[in-house]
């Protein structure tokens, strides 16, 4: 069975500042990546995905895929307080499958 | 965007009593997917349809079971609650072709 680990657990960084977030996954077999982002209160969002190795920037967002390491991470510049939120790294078992399994999330927080 | 709404929004049960989670999704997807999520243990998939009249078991199926009358319509059910259900539970739908997931707000359940 998949295992997904995230790490840190939580994380703080003043506003204006980079973080970056953590992810292994178990099978060599797996596809595609997510990371997707929950606000207090709501229910998760998907923020972006990855299906190549490298890196893929979206905006102050850039995932990083190595599939031989069986790691990827999200990367966040000039955090913002809209970016406190709980992040999750998902991770689909092929083409054509939307059955994610998640990690246990990194909580990330501004300093205020 | 797809639009996932789930009812109630609260829900306090009785130890073995029956609890009924609805979810209702308008955009015509496939796929759809219950998860619970607990403090220290993410979102865990409990059950999923690939489309009216079908369920599969997710990580977690003991004491729920699923059902999709319609393509539109997903629901989890409880039959004999236990306080170890108290939880938040997300109802989300995905295109058949793999893809993002999108999620509803979330139903909190207290089994006391």
């Known amino acids: 069975q998949q295992k997904v680990q995230q790490s840190p657990e939580s994380l703080i960084v003043p506003e204006g500042g980079m973080a970056s977030l953590n992810c292994t996954f178990s099978?060599?077999?797996?596809?595609y990546f997510w990371w997707y982002r929950q606000h207090s209160g709501e229910g998760p969002k998907a923020l972006m995905?990855?299906?190549?190795?490298g890196d893929k920037k979206e905006g102050r967002f850039t995932a990083h895929l190595n599939k031989a390491s069986l790691y990827v991470s999200l990367h966040i510049k000039d955090s913002q307080p809209s970016d406190s939120a709980l992040y999750f790294c998902?991770?689909?078992?092929?083409?054509?499958?939307?059955?994610?399994?998640f990690g246990k999330g990194t909580k990330f927080s501004l300093i205020p | 965007e797809a639009a996932v709404t789930q009812s109630p929004r609260n829900k306090v049960a009785v130890t073995g009593g029956k609890v009924t989670l609805s979810c209702n999704q308008t955009?015509?997807?496939?796929?759809m997917y219950w998860y619970r999520q607990d403090t220290g243990h993410g979102l865990r998939l409990i059950h999923y349809?690939?489309?009216?009249?079908?369920?599969e078991k997710g990580d977690i199926p003991d004491g729920y079971k699923a059902s999709r009358p319609s393509q539109e319509n997903f629901s989890l059910i409880l039959e004999l609650a236990t306080p170890s259900q108290t939880s938040v539970y997300f109802c989300?739908?995905?295109?058949?072709?793999?893809?993002?997931?999108?999620f509803g707000a979330g139903t909190r359940l207290s089994v006391l």
């Open positions: 989300a739908s995905g295109d058949l072709g793999g893809g993002t997931l999108y």
């Open positions: 099978d060599r077999n797996s596809q």
């Open positions: 995905s990855i299906f190549s190795n």
């Open positions: 998902a991770v689909s078992p092929g083409t054509g499958s939307n059955r994610l399994t």
């Open positions: 955009n015509n997807h496939n796929n």
């Open positions: 349809s690939y489309g009216a009249g079908s369920t």
